[in-house]
T-cell receptor, first 114, second 111 residues
Framework: GAVVSQHPSWVICKSGTSVKIECRSLDFQATTMFWYRQFPKQSLMLMATSNEGSKATYEQGVEKDKFLINHASLTLSTLTVTSAHPEDSSFYIC??????????FGPGTRLTVT | SQQGEEDPQALSIQEGENATMNCSYKTSINNLQWYRQNSGRGLVHLILIRSNEREKHSGRLRVTLDTSKKSSSLLITASRAADTASYFCATDKAAGNKLTFGGGTRVLVKP
């Protein structure tokens, strides 16, 4: 199956700093990428839908100024958590779709804000 | 927001037993998919069932879909310790569209 990578796999940052997470589709072109957040022992919650070359569509309740998404190419989308706070600590997972039924998930990035 | 709930939230069984978990959703769907997630890892796609299908098999997995009840079940037969993971259902309304996940079932298979 198709491969999606995320970088970094884990990151620790200080409160107030910004963190960038990359999501790459390695062997296919992803017209759409999705960003999810998952708290411990909970399900995945969709944060935003990222389309190549256009602005991301954010889910209700997700602050677009805090979670900046850039989908600059068909193989790369980035999520920047700006001015991170401890409550932003979570597991962030991206997925990429090729306009068919299946989405391919990255391995996730664990963010810890101290 | 989550599409629906999964039942049970947690399941503990002995190796060799079958594991059954259910997923309910609220609105009409195009497809329903099941994923597995090992602790702290990404999601692994298990099986997709379309809204016009009622049952699907893949290896030791059997999925059913009842659109009239807006529910689906995942059966894992002859479970193994390696099946220990969280299992999530996810629905979409169109191909390539965003997925809405259920709450998940944590399965523990004891050797």
């Amino acid at each position: 199956g198709a491969v999606v990578s995320q970088h970094p796999s884990w990151v620790i940052c200080k409160s107030g700093t910004s963190v960038k997470i990359e999501c790459r589709s390695l062997d296919f072109q992803a017209t759409t990428m999705f960003w999810y957040r998952q708290f411990p022992k909970q399900s995945l919650m969709l944060m935003a839908t990222s389309n190549e070359g256009s602005k991301a569509t954010y889910e209700q309740g997700v602050e677009k100024d805090k979670f900046l998404i850039n989908h600059a190419s068909l193989t790369l989308s980035t999520l920047t958590v700006t001015s991170a706070h401890p409550e932003d600590s979570s597991f962030y997972i991206c997925s990429a779709g090729d306009n068919r039924y299946e989405q391919y998930f990255g391995p996730g990035t664990r963010l810890t804000v101290t | 927001s989550q599409q629906g709930e999964e039942d049970p939230q947690a399941l503990s069984i002995q190796e060799g037993e079958n594991a059954t978990m259910n997923c309910s959703y609220k609105t009409s769907i195009n497809n329903l998919q099941w994923y597995r997630q090992n602790s702290g890892r990404g999601l692994v796609h298990l099986i997709l069932i379309r809204s016009n299908e009622r049952e699907k098999h893949s290896g030791r997995l059997r999925v059913t879909l009842d659109t009239s009840k807006k529910s689906s079940s995942l059966l894992i037969t002859a479970s193994r310790a390696a099946d220990t993971a969280s299992y999530f259902c996810a629905t979409d309304k169109a191909a390539g569209n965003k997925l809405t996940f259920g709450g998940g079932t944590r399965v523990l298979v004891k050797p």
